[in-house]
């Protein structure tokens, strides 16, 4: 019954509710689905990538321990990226000195040419040092909704925070964002 072909095509609900009845390969296959965009928001909202594998995998050991007292007020989406928020910013909080690192690895698709690439890779490196002279709370609001399409009241459940604080990140970040890469416009 834990075909992993079945597991793959039953809804984040199913395979939760599954997993709270002790079904570890429901839980996995919740992983396989979300770990993912986890990584890539951890990676992109903490400074030293080579500790982001630790961060997520401590965020879902948290979610399998406290599966059972998730109460399905939130998505199961929602839930990993708000667990996935504390430990990065309990991680930030037991080291005082952060080194800032490339957190943008996604370029364009299509195939640009030597141009194209040091200007991408100039904006890129740009954008990187900005964010990262952010505070983690706007820092997190920007890629969520941004990267990871998150709406305002997704946002303000995983970092929580009033949806009104997030809309206040977003502008004064996307405002900074604006004025600090203006040479960047085309």
């Known amino acids: 019954m834990n075909d992993p072909e079945l597991l793959s095509s039953l809804s984040d609900e199913t395979l939760t ?3 709270q009845r002790g079904d570890a390969a429901a839980f996995d296959a919740l992983v396989q689905r979300h770990a993912p965009a986890l990584f890539r928001f951890v990676a ?3 400074p030293q990538r080579t500790d982001c594998d630790d961060v997520v995998q401590e965020s879902l050991i948290a979610a399998w321990k406290a599966l059972p007292t998730f109460a ?3 998505s199961v989406r929602t839930w990993l990226f708000s667990i ?5 910013v309990d991680v930030l909080r037991r080291r005082h000195a952060v080194v800032v690192s490339d957190m943008v690895q996604d370029v364009a698709t299509t195939d640009p040419g030597p141009v194209e690439l040091a200007a991408d890779s100039d904006f ?4 990187s040092r900005e964010l990262a002279r952010l505070p983690y709370p706007s820092r997190a609001a920007w890629w969520l ?3 990871d399409g998150l709406s305002t009241a997704e946002i303000a459940a995983v970092l ?3 949806e009104g604080s997030v809309r206040g990140h977003l502008q004064r ?3 900074h964002l604006a004025e600090a890469l203006e040479g960047y416009r085309p």
């Open 44 to 46: 992109r909202t903490f």
């Open 124 to 127: 890129l490196g740009a954008l």
């Open 173 to 175: 970040t996307r405002r």
């Open 145 to 147: 909704r941004e990267v």
């Open 17 to 19: 509710r599954r997993a």
């Open 72 to 74: 399905f007020r939130s």
């Open 84 to 88: 996935a928020s504390r430990k990065t």
């Open 160 to 162: 929580r925070t009033t």
